[in-house]
């Protein structure tokens, strides 16, 4: 019954912004009473990381009233359910606990602590298991923490404004208000859902950003700049400790270590940059500018998805935006700018 997965679906989306590096899981436990249309019994999410995961919550929402339907319950659930002992007990447990009939998933967790051996324990246990259902959903839901995984980097955003005539900046990288204060805002609510956002040496000292989410009730990310030379001004609002930062350099001899909440890391390709930041379990980064870090990823291919926010105002000259690539996604109005999304990935 799809219906039911899309619910779990959308429950698990509540938790955007919350979880991670946990994924957005939800579930929905239903029972169909002889040959009457099967009832929802239970509900929950995975509402922020370290706390409860969604089956539990699921499990707890149900009725004292309804509790003895359980053996009889389809238990909907967006994910493989855990078998490992981490924050919280293994939920497959729980579930053959309640001794629910039958699990049905969209994904497999590809996270190695769970990857199949949540759904061996519940079929040993005799529980029915279906998944793949509904696995398109379930994959672009948590794209970042499938890419994360899979493909051992984080999901890569790439992010810009630019004009009518296609710049980005004016001459000499001059930073200019191109798109409006809608898209401003809306940038902030973007910040405050991935783990990490990046600028190059140029942006951090040409434009001095906070990187911080102060339009927008969210987590504030953490900073990371590209600073090969170790030559930007200590005194730029990025390295002001209030947020971490981690600076990418490629000076042997790295004397300024070591000031609180910056960390210094060495690396000598773009490629090592980003497994540096999936050791450190950041599985997301919106990347925003400026245009030859943004150019350094688009040639690399190494990139998820890019929004780009297209104002009318025309500037004449400048600094060329780069190149759109991908297929596109969504296309929309943001006050007076337009943003488009394309993704990196045919058919997701
Ligand atoms: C589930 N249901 O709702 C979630 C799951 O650190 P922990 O203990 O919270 O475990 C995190 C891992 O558990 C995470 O990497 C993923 O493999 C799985 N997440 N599993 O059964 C949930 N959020
Ligand atoms: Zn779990």
């Given at each position: 019954m799809n219906q039911f997965m899309l619910r779990a679906l959308e429950l698990a989306a509540l938790g955007r912004g919350h979880v991670s590096p946990n994924p957005m899981v939800g579930c929905v436990i239903t029972h169909q009473l002889g040959d009457s249309e099967p009832r929802i019994i239970g509900e929950g999410w995975h509402?922020?990381?370290g706390e409860w995961h969604a089956e539990v919550n699921a499990i707890r929402s149900v009725r004292p009233e309804d509790t003895h339907l359980l053996p009889e319950a389809t238990v909907y659930v967006t994910l493989e359910p855990c078998s490992h002992w981490g924050k919280t007990p293994p939920c497959a447990d729980l579930l053959i606990e309640n001794r629910v009939r039958r699990v049905i998933c969209c994904n497999d967790d590809p996270n190695p602590l769970v990857s199949g051996q949540g759904f061996d324990k519940l079929r040993a246990a005799g529980i029915e298991v279906e998944t793949g259902v509904m696995a398109e959903l379930g994959r672009q839901l948590n794209a970042r923490f499938f890419t994360f995984f899979e493909k051992k980097r984080p999901y890569i955003i790439l992010k810009w404004a630019e004009t009518a005539?296609?710049?980005?900046?004016?001459?000499?990288g001059r930073q200019v208000k191109i798109s409006g204060d809608l898209a401003h805002r809306l940038v902030h609510r973007w910040r405050s859902e991935e783990d990490a956002i990046m600028v190059g040496t140029n942006t951090a000292r040409l434009?001095?950003?906070?990187?911080?989410?102060?339009?927008?009730?969210g987590k504030n990310p953490t900073r990371i700049v590209v600073d090969n030379a170790l030559s930007?001004?200590?005194?730029?609002?990025?390295?002001?400790?209030?947020q971490p930062t981690i600076v990418f350099h490629t000076c042997?001899?790295?004397?300024?270590?070591?000031?609180?909440n910056v960390i210094h890391a060495f690396t000598h390709s773009l490629i090592h940059a980003l497994t540096t930041l999936h050791e450190r379990k950041i599985q997301s980064i919106l990347v925003e500018g400026g245009t030859s870090l943004i150019n350094s990823f688009l040639q690399a291919g190494l990139w998820d998805e890019m929004r780009v926010f297209r104002s009318q105002?025309?500037?004449?000259?400048g600094i060329a935006a780069p190149t759109v690539q991908g297929e596109m996604m969504s296309r929309e109005m943001v006050g007076l700018d337009e943003l488009t999304v394309y993704t990196n990935s045919p058919g997701s």
């Amino acid at each position: 019954m799809n219906q039911f997965m899309l619910r779990a679906l959308e429950l698990a989306a509540l938790g955007r912004g919350h979880v991670s590096p946990n994924p957005m899981v939800g579930c929905v436990i239903t029972h169909q009473l002889g040959d009457s249309e099967p009832r929802i019994i239970g509900e929950g999410w995975h509402q922020r990381y370290g706390e409860w995961h969604a089956e539990v919550n699921a499990i707890r929402s149900v009725r004292p009233e309804d509790t003895h339907l359980l053996p009889e319950a389809t238990v909907y659930v967006t994910l493989e359910p855990c078998s490992h002992w981490g924050k919280t007990p293994p939920c497959a447990d729980l579930l053959i606990e309640n001794r629910v009939r039958r699990v049905i998933c969209c994904n497999d967790d590809p996270n190695p602590l769970v990857s199949g051996q949540g759904f061996d324990k519940l079929r040993a246990a005799g529980i029915e298991v279906e998944t793949g259902v509904m696995a398109e959903l379930g994959r672009q839901l948590n794209a970042r923490f499938f890419t994360f995984f899979e493909k051992k980097r984080p999901y890569i955003i790439l992010k810009w404004a630019e004009t009518a005539d296609g710049f980005i900046a004016g001459e000499q990288g001059r930073q200019v208000k191109i798109s409006g204060d809608l898209a401003h805002r809306l940038v902030h609510r973007w910040r405050s859902e991935e783990d990490a956002i990046m600028v190059g040496t140029n942006t951090a000292r040409l434009d001095n950003p906070r990187l911080n989410t102060r339009l927008w009730p969210g987590k504030n990310p953490t900073r990371i700049v590209v600073d090969n030379a170790l030559s930007l001004d200590q005194t730029l609002h990025l390295f002001d400790g209030s947020q971490p930062t981690i600076v990418f350099h490629t000076c042997e001899d790295d004397t300024l270590a070591g000031r609180p909440n910056v960390i210094h890391a060495f690396t000598h390709s773009l490629i090592h940059a980003l497994t540096t930041l999936h050791e450190r379990k950041i599985q997301s980064i919106l990347v925003e500018g400026g245009t030859s870090l943004i150019n350094s990823f688009l040639q690399a291919g190494l990139w998820d998805e890019m929004r780009v926010f297209r104002s009318q105002a025309m500037l004449g000259g400048g600094i060329a935006a780069p190149t759109v690539q991908g297929e596109m996604m969504s296309r929309e109005m943001v006050g007076l700018d337009e943003l488009t999304v394309y993704t990196n990935s045919p058919g997701s």
